[in-house]
């Protein structure tokens, strides 16, 4: 599966926002099969913080 | 580029050693999502500036960490004026952040109350990971801003209560003293 961060915005600095993003993927994730892959595509972002990535 | 009459740290330390009033609204976020739109802006400003098209995603990443640290650290708990002062100026290389919030002295001594004072503070906040807000994976913001400091040609003063640090890419080294605005 793979996920491509930039629908989020090309700027991901906030806590509060990587927590609104994994809201949104969650369905995503509980519905992967075992041994697939998860694929984050970081194109076209620009900035990326260790608060959003948390 | 808009320039200011009066340095633009000035007008930031002016704002938090003052009386309790909002900043002018040009400088003023009043909420995580205000910042969050200028900080895309700063992100566009810094993207035409050739000598920084290498790193300047670094530079609004610090920016944003610093920032949101103090809406995440004050939720609910802002002493008087909440939201911060958030200004730069392209043309001298500068950004400013300010709040009036409580303070990491405060913040950190919820979970470590061993903290000593508002120098321990700085150091541990910028050395370990920890955060006021434990537990949850969190606490490495201020490490990060840390690490991009010492890897580019950036320099940064940090102040929190009685206590300033400061670190550049020149000196590779957490300098951390007292001092009262």
């Known amino acids: 599966m793979k996920i491509e961060l930039k629908k989020f915005g090309n700027l ?25 892959t998860l694929e984050l595509d970081f194109d076209g972002v620009i900035t990326f913080t260790p608060s959003w990535a948390d | 580029m808009e320039l200011f009459n ?15 009033r909002e900043p002018e609204a040009r400088f003023y976020c009043p909420t995580s999502s205000e910042f969050k739109g200028r900080l895309s802006k700063l992100q566009s400003d810094l ?11 670094l530079i609004v990443a610090i920016v944003g960490e610093i920032g949101n640290n ?5 939720l609910g708990n802002w002493p008087d004026i909440s939201g911060i002062f958030f200004s730069y100026d392209t043309n001298k ?8 919030g409580q303070g990491i002295l405060r913040t950190l001594k919820r979970v470590r109350p061993d903290v000593k004072n508002d120098e321990d503070a700085l150091r541990i906040a910028f050395t370990e990971v920890v955060s006021g807000r434990s537990p949850g994976s969190r606490g490495n913001g201020l490490k990060f801003v840390l690490g991009v400091v010492l890897s580019k040609t950036i320099e ?6 009685a ?9 590779k080294n957490l300098k951390i003293d007292k001092f009262l605005l």
């Open chain 2, 93 to 100: 290389r500068q950004v400013a952040l300010a709040d009036r």
């Open chain 2, 163 to 171: 206590a300033m640090v400061s670190v550049s890419n020149n000196n």
């Open chain 1, 12 to 36: 991901l600095t906030s806590r509060q926002d990587g927590r609104e993003a994994l809201a949104a993927i969650e369905p995503l994730l509980l519905n992967m099969v075992d041994n697939e």
């Open chain 2, 70 to 74: 103090s809406f995440d650290h004050n």
């Open chain 2, 47 to 57: 993207e035409r500036l050739p000598d920084l098209i290498d790193y300047y995603p």
């Open chain 2, 156 to 161: 940064i003063n940090f102040f929190s209560g």
């Open chain 2, 6 to 20: 009066k340095d633009t740290f000035a007008q930031a330390t002016d704002w938090i050693g003052g009386s309790a």
